[in-house]
């Protein structure tokens, strides 16, 4: 069941993702070429990393609330 809800989600938002960070590549890449530094590259770098890590904890997040799903209810620390 968590491999399904891992390609669930990972159908669901990756085209998304995909599509905000490539937008915002191609923007900055148009806009800022003249004046693009090294440190504005690190930092686009390191924002495309991050909303991968996004879509990662996403989609970890889909299978795991599975599981908790079908736990029993009856757990000494539930809540």
């Known amino acids: 069941k968590a491999a ?3 390609q669930s989600a990972s159908s669901t938002y990756l ?3 995909a599509a905000l960070n ?3 590549v191609i923007l900055i890449a148009t806009y ?3 004046s693009l530094t090294t440190f504005q590259c690190i930092m686009v770098v390191t924002l ?3 909303s991968y890590l996004s879509y990662r904890g996403v ?3 889909h299978a795991n ?3 908790k799903n079908n736990k029993k209810s009856d ?3 539930a809540g």
Do not use: E, M, S, T
């Open 48 to 50: 495309v990393g991050l």
């Open 75 to 77: 757990d000494a620390l």
């Open 32 to 34: 800022k070429r003249a």
């Open 22 to 24: 490539l937008l915002y």
């Open 59 to 61: 989609v970890d997040n």
């Open 4 to 6: 399904a809800a891992r």
């Open 15 to 17: 085209p998304i993702v």
């Open 65 to 67: 609330q599975d599981f």
